[in-house]
């Protein structure tokens, strides 16, 4: 129960549409999670950039064919918290699950660049619409466990994205006997992408059945008046210091995660010279990480302050991500990479539960929208950027300085935030 603007109390479990409390609900939403998301992980890392370059992309489009996606989240993200404040958080999460299921099929007939982009930018309405719905029911009943709460769903459902990462790289290794991959055999992967999206909508059907015909969350609301509270929940997010450079922080160390999806499979397959299989392993050390360090980083944060994880935890993503492009050996790159899951542990398991503190209750749904925006914004920046600096430096396989310029954003983002929030009124 929350105090509304208005005085009164409303059960923000119920405005999910769902019945009963998350802990009822909490083990079905974990279980589509897990599938929707090992089916983005199978599509993204590291078959997508190896796919792009497959069919003659450069630098450049390898970065934006990996980001073209996440910009998708960038202007759908807080339009899908509207809808959902309007025809109820369930509907909302099925029209996502919808995505998962259907648009992976479209990869099926991709035989161009521009046909991928495409079917990339399709594919990113599902987590566009899904993530920031499903995190403002969980912010939005956990209390004051928001950190710990947001943590253990996070690590249950990136399993998903530890194995499907892998799992890339194993089919892709297999079918291709250690030669180049052909078509065909990235249509097969997306043929299991898709296999996933599917079966994570069927079991939503079955442990969210009859929460679909609940009523929307604020009866009789207008459209208008919804869209009035979601520019003053946007509002509240742009004019306050603390929560713009909270959610840099985010969006930064999502830069250099998205700089990593694209390019360490490149840096590991064609530089280092590894199987895809090595090189998805390579991104699935840095996912199991996360996922061990994320509950207990949580439960700390919510015990003892954000603030301080929150700005150490950015150095330990800064400097093994500078350090990986001076190593080709693949034991120090497992390292390198579970240091940098550590990293991203530390720093996201505190930044969503603090802009969530600093925002009302009831503009949850706008505000987790918004924030989801902003970190898609910082991880379709760098593959973008990454791709950009590799090639307008031509620097062909050495990654060293572009790599270095993005991990020194990273301090620069450590620092405003050092300067701008720390100590003012939140833990």
């Not at 969980?138 to 399993?159: C, H, N, P, Q, Y």
């Amino acid at each position: 129960m929350t105090k509304s603007a208005s005085g009164t109390f409303t059960d923000i479990s119920n405005s999910t549409g769902l019945n009963g409390s998350l802990g009822s609900t909490f083990g079905g939403l974990c279980a589509v999670g897990f599938l929707a998301r090992a089916s983005y992980a199978l599509a993204r890392t590291p078959v997508l950039a190896l796919f792009a370059a497959s069919l003659g992309a450069g630098p450049e489009a390898i970065g934006f064919a990996v980001a073209i996606s996440t910009i998708t989240g960038i202007f759908f993200k807080m339009p899908a918290g509207v809808v959902s404040d309007v025809i109820g958080r369930v509907r909302t999460l099925f029209i996502g699950l919808v995505v998962f299921a259907f648009v992976p099929f479209a990869y099926l007939f991709v035989s161009s660049y521009a046909a991928l982009v495409i079917v990339r930018f399709l594919h990113g309405f599902a987590t566009a619409i899904y993530g920031p719905v499903v995190m403002a029911v969980i912010v939005g009943v956990a209390g004051d466990k928001r950190a710990e709460m947001l943590s253990w769903f996070s690590s249950i459902t990136i399993i998903g994205n530890l194995l499907g990462a892998p799992l890339g790289g194993l089919l892709l290794t297999w079918l291709s006997s250690g030669h180049t991959s052909e078509l065909w055999h990235f249509h097969v992967v997306y043929g299991v992408v898709a296999a996933l999206g599917f079966a994570s909508l069927l079991i939503a059907l079955v442990v969210m059945r009859g929460a679909w015909d609940s009523p929307p969350p604020v009866t009789g609301q207008t459209l208008h008046a919804v869209l009035a509270q979601f520019r003053t929940g946007v509002r509240e997010i742009l004019v306050d210091r603390r929560v713009l450079l909270t959610s840099n922080m985010e969006g930064t160390q999502n830069l250099s995660v998205g700089a990593l999806e694209a390019f360490l499979p490149i840096y590991a397959v064609m530089i280092c010279g590894f199987s895809a299989f090595a090189a998805g392993i390579l991104w699935g050390v840095q996912i199991a990480v996360t996922i061990l360090s994320k509950p207990i980083m949580g439960r700390f944060s919510d015990r003892y302050g954000r603030q301080s994880l929150l700005f150490w935890g950015m150095f330990v993503c800064a400097v093994p991500f500078v350090l990986i492009p001076w190593f080709k050996d693949l034991g120090m790159l497992l390292v390198l990479a579970a240091v940098f899951g550590l990293g991203e542990a530390v720093v996201t398991s505190s930044a969503a539960a603090l802009v969530a503190d600093f925002c009302r209750e009831d503009h949850l749904g706008c505000a987790m929208g918004t924030f989801g925006t902003i970190f898609d914004v910082g991880h379709a920046s760098g593959p973008i950027l990454a791709g950009a600096l590799i090639g307008l430096m031509g620097v062909g396989t050495d990654y060293r300085i572009p790599f270095a310029i993005v991990g020194s954003l990273l301090v620069i983002a450590a620092l405003a935030f050092r300067i701008g929030v720390a100590g003012e009124g939140s833990k």
